[in-house]
């Protein structure tokens, strides 16, 4: 289990996500514990990648949890305090220090204690005629001892504690060296405590001492358990596995009301809106896709198709959805497609080229991709393809050149497409030159100019161009 996660209550997670249909991927879930704990999922069909079924329910559940470190301490054992990595670990080695002028102070207490027992035998064994005499005839050995070598309460109790075996040679000997070992640990030991530096050189020792004892490579540090490569799995993937796909129709009005409607309608001409409100645009899509909506103010705005309400009513305000300020309105809006790239162009006929996954806005604010400042707005965003673009001006006249003049950009302002003396752009085409330029007439009629019937339109970026050709739609527009 993961850490602090109860099994049932994480087996109730998931049917609750089951029945909610948020997790598409899966069909059934079941308990199959005995002494080991077993939870059995199943996927809807065998085409379904294991591993995104996972991430999908690891980004939902708590089969994937994360612990959170609250390193909220007493600083220097008595101020409450919350610290960080660094200082957590900076009183960390003030403890150790501490510990280890303890632990130094104390054994440096127990070698003098011991070293002023051993001066007491050591005179014992120097006089040890004497210490017997005084032992079997005197009333108060213990005094005479003290008076008679000048000793301490301590050496004398110890001398006349001492076994009758204990007068050996040898014992002397293995007394004169403990004596000899004890005082060059006391000179050590008062050395480590008069110097700061010692100390911290004493403390690297013993951390490199653990870490050779503990390290990854030794028996007792050696891991017990191993690590497995994590699947890469892009995030829009896992994103899109959490999200049931069904054919949808967006609907956006004049006023930037937003809905989904159920199923891929093919006649908007029964769509309800409120009054003084019309349909501005609508298209099909999935509810796992991503929407971009563009608007007159050169920002875009990315909103989740299944996060628009459903078709009952009349919607939703885009301003609910995404910070859109009140002095912009929606210009077009469309799935995403992460390999297009789109032509922005303002009013005043400036624009570039813009890959379409730089256009993707990741929180409310959206994302500012053109430049434009008033009188000047954002007029039109168009898929780009083919290798050549027909520019027309609210003047009817007409410019065609290469797409290649036009600069591919994240954001910007973009160059001129063409030049006017009043007025600014109607509407822009991009097309393969080798197929021609084809419009429509306000009776539907198609009409097509190859490239050698283009030759007079054909000239450079930012020229103003000729007089559109016979046959072009007064609207302006393509």
């Known amino acids: ?22 997790l598409p991927l899966l069909d059934d879930v079941r308990d199959e514990s005995a002494e080991d704990i077993r939870i059995v999922l199943e996927p809807k069909n065998r085409t379904v990648d294991p591993e995104l079924l996972m991430e999908s329910l690891f980004k939902l559940t708590e089969l994937e949890s994360r612990v959170s470190l609250n390193m909220n301490v007493l600083s220097h054992g008595k101020v409450p305090n919350v610290l960080s990595l660094g200082a957590v670990l900076r009183e960390w080695l003030d403890h150790r220090k501490e510990v280890l002028v303890r632990r130094s102070q104390f054994r440096l207490a127990e070698i003098e204690r011991r070293l002023e027992i051993l001066g007491g035998l050591l005179i014992a064994y120097l006089n040890l005629d004497e210490v017997i005499r005084i032992i079997r005839e ?30 050996r040679k040898l014992e002397e000997f293995e007394i004169r060296k403990e004596f000899d070992e004890l005082t060059v640990e006391k000179t050590d030991l008062e050395g480590l405590l008069a110097s700061g530096t010692r100390q911290w050189k004493k403390i690297s020792a013993e951390i490199k001492s653990v870490r050779e004892k503990f390290g990854p490579k030794t028996e007792l540090g050696a891991r017990r358990t191993t690590f497995a490569n994590a699947p890469t799995h892009d995030l829009e993937d896992i ?36 009054e003084g409100d019309k349909l501005k645009l609508a298209f099909h899509a999935e509810t796992t896709d991503k929407l971009l909506f563009f608007t007159t103010g050169g920002k875009f705005f990315t909103i989740g198709a299944n996060t628009l309400p459903g078709g009952r009513g009349h919607g939703e305000p885009i301003r609910i959805l995404v910070d859109m300020e009140n002095d912009q309105d929606i210009l077009t809006a469309f799935v995403h497609d992460p390999a297009a790239k789109l032509l922005l ?13 730089e256009a993707v806005a990741n929180t409310r604010k959206g994302k500012q991709v053109m430049n434009v400042k008033a009188p000047d707005e954002a007029k039109l965003c168009q898929r780009v393809s083919g290798d050549h673009i027909a520019v027309v001006g609210e003047n009817r006249k007409m410019v065609v050149f290469p797409l290649s003049d036009i600069p591919e950009m994240t954001r910007g302002k973009g160059v001129r497409l063409q030049k006017y003396k009043d007025g600014g752009v109607s509407d822009v085409r991009t097309f393969a030159i080798a197929d021609g330029l084809s419009w429509q007439d306000s009776a539907e009629r198609t009409f097509n100019r190859s490239k050698e019937e283009l030759v007079e339109w054909i000239g450079a970026r930012a020229s103003a161009g000729r007089l559109v050709p016979k046959g072009f739609p007064r609207s302006g527009k393509f």
């Open 1 to 22: 289990n993961p850490h602090q996660v109860q099994k049932s209550r994480l087996i109730e997670k998931i049917a609750e996500l089951l029945l909610a249909k948020k």
């Open 138 to 167: 005197e009333d108060e050995p213990k005094q005479d001892l003290m008076r008679t070598f000048e000793l301490t309460d301590v050496q004398a109790e110890s001398i006349l504690n001492m076994r009758l075996r204990s007068l």
């Open 239 to 274: 994103h899109q596995a959490m999200i049931e796909r069904e054919p949808v129709t967006i609907v956006v009005s004049e006023k930037g009301w937003l809905r989904a409607m159920k199923g891929h309608l093919a006649d908007f001409s029964t769509l309800a809106f409120k």
């Open 345 to 357: 162009v303002s009013h005043e006929g400036n624009g570039f080229i813009v890959p379409e996954s």
